[in-house]
């Protein structure tokens, strides 16, 4: 099973970027589709998007509504890594960021799908 460690998590202002990564240990990262979701302070965890599985492209890629046009996922296996780069933040996606792991041949959109979880990284966006 894989253990994962987010990073890249700040403060920025709105309308600015940040990119996260997500960085395995274990076993074949390339083997699990890879899911990021986020929780904001009295809210339930919501999907953000995920990345199918596969030993390289094409990925398959999936997002929710709030976040399309602006978030993209991809992944790098040689580096065992996944990515959000989020671009024109706003003040509501302020939120733990988690990834997340499915070994499912799908790619799952809620969190039920997932086998495991990273510890999560603070995203504060200042308006």
């Known amino acids: 099973q894989v253990q994962l460690a987010e990073s890249g998590g700040g403060v920025v202002q709105a309308g600015g970027s940040l990119r996260l990564s997500c960085a395995a240990s274990g076993r074949t990262f390339s083997s699990y589709a890879m899911g990021w979701f986020r929780q904001a302070p009295g809210k339930e965890r919501e999907f953000v998007a995920a990345i199918s599985r596969g030993p390289g492209s094409p990925y398959y890629t999936y997002y929710a509504d709030s976040v399309k046009g602006r978030f993209t996922i991809s992944r790098d296996n040689a580096k065992m890594t996944v990515y959000l780069q989020m671009n024109s933040l706003k003040p509501e996606d302020t939120a733990v960021y988690f990834c997340?792991?499915?070994?499912?041949?799908?790619?799952?959109?809620?969190?039920?799908?997932?086998?495991?979880w990273g510890q999560g990284t603070q995203v504060t966006v200042s308006s």
């Open positions: 997340a792991a499915s070994s499912r041949s799908d790619v799952p959109v809620k969190m039920v799908g997932y086998d495991v």
